[in-house]
């Protein structure tokens, strides 16, 4: 078992604007509580193809969100197969996985379900998330309050898993988050990596795609809280599964 200093891990940024980038890097390597430099980078928009022998060299690998592509939208963003296929292919390898968001959306594709697109009525801003009753037993998410409280921001969503799959969590619009049975894999239609501050920011840098307005865009940040219980689950993922520490 490595020690945590020893992690290697890949993050898959589907990330076209560099201070987006950086800012998600930074935050994955915070709430993992690793340096940045534990990590490596496959940022697709540079390099839509990637050498899947090179899974070997890491402990697990993790998928950030998108403000710049859609799931929905393989013919323009080809690199959505791309990663569909690299999911597949961490399963077969039994690699641990843990995806956000746009991450979640290409797990739930690659496994088989589908995804639905809103222009409107879409979830944005910090939701509190139910349980469901499988997570009481689920390595990460069974010491989390019922309900807690996490950033969510996005315009597409799965409103029921595919096979082989478990539902952690959901609110009244969508499924948040998903196990896949028999595999370390986890994805979350939430972001545990992004926090209140990180959540201003970005709103603020992609307002023109979230936001109707300034109005619209200061009652969601004005409404925006502190969101611990959902930023703790990468960290617990880095200790209760790739170093195999249990909860007291």
């Known amino acids: 078992m490595p020690s945590k200093q020893q992690l290697k891990l890949l993050l898959i940024q589907i ?18 509580e690793v340096a940045e430099s534990q990590f490596d980078i496959w940022n697709v928009f540079d390099q839509p193809h990637y050498d899947h022998q090179r899974l070997a060299d890491y402990h697990a690998v993790l998928v950030g969100g998108s403000s710049e592509a859609s799931v929905l939208e393989p013919e323009r963003y080809p690199f959505v197969e791309d990663i569909q296929v690299l999911l597949r292919e961490c399963l077969q390898r039994k690699l641990p996985v843990f995806a956000s968001c746009f991450g979640f959306q290409l797990a739930v594709l690659a496994l088989g379900g589908e995804i639905f697109h809103h222009d409107q009525d879409f979830e944005m801003g910090t939701l509190p998330i139910r349980l469901t009753e499988a997570a009481q037993t689920d390595p990460l998410f069974s010491t989390m309050p019922d309900p807690f409280v996490a950033v969510s921001v996005h315009r597409d969503s ?19 988050a998903l196990k896949v049975e028999g595999a370390p894999f986890w994805a979350t239609q939430f972001h545990p990596e992004v926090d209140r501050a990180i959540l201003v920011q970005r709103l603020s840098l992609f307002a023109d795609k979230y936001t109707e307005g300034a109005d619209q ?31 007291a």
Do not use: W
């Not at 200061?218 to 249990?246: C, H, K, M, W, Y």
């Open 158 to 176: 799965a409103y029921q898993l595919p096979a082989g799959c478990i539902n952690l969590a959901e609110t009244g619009h969508c499924v948040h």
């Open 217 to 247: 865009l200061r009652a969601v940040l004005d409404g925006a809280v502190e969101t611990p219980e959902s930023n703790a689950l990468l960290g617990q993922f880095v200790e209760r599964i790739l170093l195999d520490e249990q909860p």
């Open 15 to 32: 990330r076209d604007d560099e201070q987006t980038r950086q800012e998600e890097l930074s935050s994955f390597a915070q709430f993992c």
